[in-house]
């Protein structure tokens, strides 16, 4: 009996002694749909911590837009970002603190090709490093087709789709919703081949459809990761473009504050040097800590970060902007240009220059393909009207070599051209208004201004006017804001920078 009793203890003390790890918990988590692939590395967090994170994955868009203050029905949220949050919640008014947010990881938007064609690109732009500009400018002439995931749903969609808009902007600052007012974006999404609903999607079709396109736009951690399935029937080569990114910085979000001593226990484990090791092995991601020594595919610098919009209103005008670009309609834009015997010179030749720019390394401001382009020249009456569809380059040709051989006339009938350009109008259209002089043929600014005032459809087609040499600012102007558009004063800037400004405003 003593030796049963002697056993029983030194079983008791070795069982005492072992314990039985870390108390189980479970907590329920909002996430990011991308965030998948960390399922080897959570089974690590469950058996060093004891805590299992039950993940319940959405569209990062989607995933904020149903996040309520007061109203949450998780844990915690972990998403590639909780910028889009932020400005959902302030937009609301919602008081009180914000949920304790730890950044985990960090992930870039880039563009993914096949390196063949990743060596073309790079070969073709000054220092082998290509720009959204770059790639724009490639889409809207047909050579650059690629598949990036909805921003309406992603966050990776958002994020390219904000990296794309503050590199068209040129401002070097957050955007602002008038920086996304005119309808740069059109030429860029024209080599939209395909989207998806969740980043998985998005590389699912790209697999399927990889011999069609050139390109797959997405986090650096994705198409990393892609590129390890064995999948792809050429390796990809990621290229960062150098007017810069948008960075995912993967926070962790504490929703339900009981939880904190979980949470704490987390993401403390997350940012351990193990973890994170572990997380840029296994996803792919680049660690917090910058002093931590990363693996080949990640030492890549990653260039300028981009500034995040802060304010949700111009969240909702990229979204809006972003609907007209992709909505498979052509657009019409009606240049009405003065070629007067006072535009002799110089001023030709800078009108001649702008069209050549616009026609071949414009950038987010190039013709692009689909795109209707009415050339109307006038002196004391319509001298010659153009239309062409661009399918290529040849019709740029054409509108080119019309600028160059027409001659100049006499006279201005600035109204009377203008009142013509709307007679040549045909569904979503924009018009822009070049002179350099005074009305002195033809109808008069009033007589115009009474037409406009009395046309079906108002200010559904908006007059854009640029004036230079001794044009009349005032009534540029008057006729401008009377269809809803405005002036661009080119003795203030150069002609191509204003037509730049204006071209395809709606």
């Known amino acids: 009996m003593r030796r049963l009793l002697a056993a029983g203890l030194v079983l008791g003390l070795v069982a005492g002694c072992t314990g039985s790890g870390p108390e189980p918990v ?8 991308e965030l998948a692939d960390l399922a080897p590395v959570l089974a690590e967090l469950k058996k060093d911590t004891g805590i299992d994170l039950a993940m319940d994955y959405h569209g990062t868009v989607q995933a904020s837009d149903s996040l309520t203050p007061g109203q949450y029905k998780h844990d915690l949220a972990w998403l590639s970002s909780d910028r889009f949050f932020q400005l959902r919640t302030r937009k609301t008014g919602a008081h009180g603190p914000a949920p304790l947010a730890t950044r985990t990881m960090l992930s870039p938007l880039v563009v993914g090709l096949p390196a063949s064609k990743a060596k073309k690109l790079r ?20 050579e650059f087709r690629f598949g990036m995931a909805d921003p309406h749903v992603t966050g990776s969609g958002l994020a390219a789709l904000i990296g794309v808009a503050t590199a068209a902007a040129g401002t070097g600052v957050s955007l602002r919703p008038e920086d996304v007012a ?5 030429g860029f999404f024209t080599g939209r081949a395909f989207t998806a609903q969740s980043t998985p999607a998005l590389t699912e079709e790209y697999v399927k459809r990889q011999t069609e396109v050139d390109a797959v736009i997405s986090y650096e951690s994705v198409l990393l990761s892609l590129q390890a399935t064995g999948k792809l029937k ?28 979980a949470y704490d226990r987390v993401t403390e484990w997350l940012r351990s040097e193990r973890a994170q090791r572990m997380i840029m092995e296994r996803t ?35 979204l809006a902007a972003y609907d007209r670009a992709t909505s498979g309609a052509g657009r019409q834009v009606v240049f009405v240009l003065d070629f007067s015997a006072s535009m002799a010179g110089s001023r030709i030749e800078a009108l001649r220059a702008a069209f050549k720019e616009l026609s071949g390394a414009g950038g987010f401001d190039r013709f692009h393909r689909g795109e209707t382009i009415t050339v109307l ?8 009207e153009k239309t062409v569809t661009v399918s290529g380059p040849g019709d740029l040709d ?9 001659e100049l006339g006499k006279g201005t009938a600035i109204w009377s051209a203008l009142e013509h350009a709307y007679r040549t109008v045909k569904g979503e259209a924009s018009i822009v208004l070049m002179t350099d002089g005074e009305n002195n043929a ?8 009474r037409n406009r005032e009395q046309a079906p459809g108002g200010k559904s087609v908006r007059t854009y006017a640029i004036r230079f040499g001794t044009a009349d600012p005032v009534d540029l102007t008057r006729a401008a804001q009377a269809t809803g558009g405005r002036m661009v004063d080119a003795a203030q800037t150069s002609l191509l920078a204003a037509v730049k400004e204006i071209r395809g405003c709606g």
């Open 284 to 318: 792919a991601r680049r660690p917090i800590d910058p002093a931590l020594s990363r693996t080949g595919a990640l030492r890549p610098e990653i260039g300028n970060s981009l500034y995040f919009p802060d304010r949700q209103e111009v969240l909702d005008t990229l």
């Open 26 to 33: 479970t907590l329920s988590v909002l996430a990011s749909s």
């Open 377 to 384: 020249r006038f002196a004391g009456q319509v001298l010659e």
């Open 182 to 186: 005119c309808d740069k974006l059109r």
């Open 123 to 142: 070969e073709s732009v000054p220092g082998g490093q290509p720009t959204w500009a770059d790639l724009a400018a490639r889409a809207a002439a047909g």
């Open 398 to 406: 054409t509108v080119n070599r019309l600028l160059a051989t027409g």
């Open 234 to 261: 050429e390796p990809l080569e990621i290229v960062y473009p150098r007017d810069g990114i948008v960075l995912a910085d993967y926070p962790l979000l504490l929703l339900d504050n009981d939880k904190r001593a």
């Open 442 to 449: 033809g109808i008069g600014l009033a007589e115009f201004l």
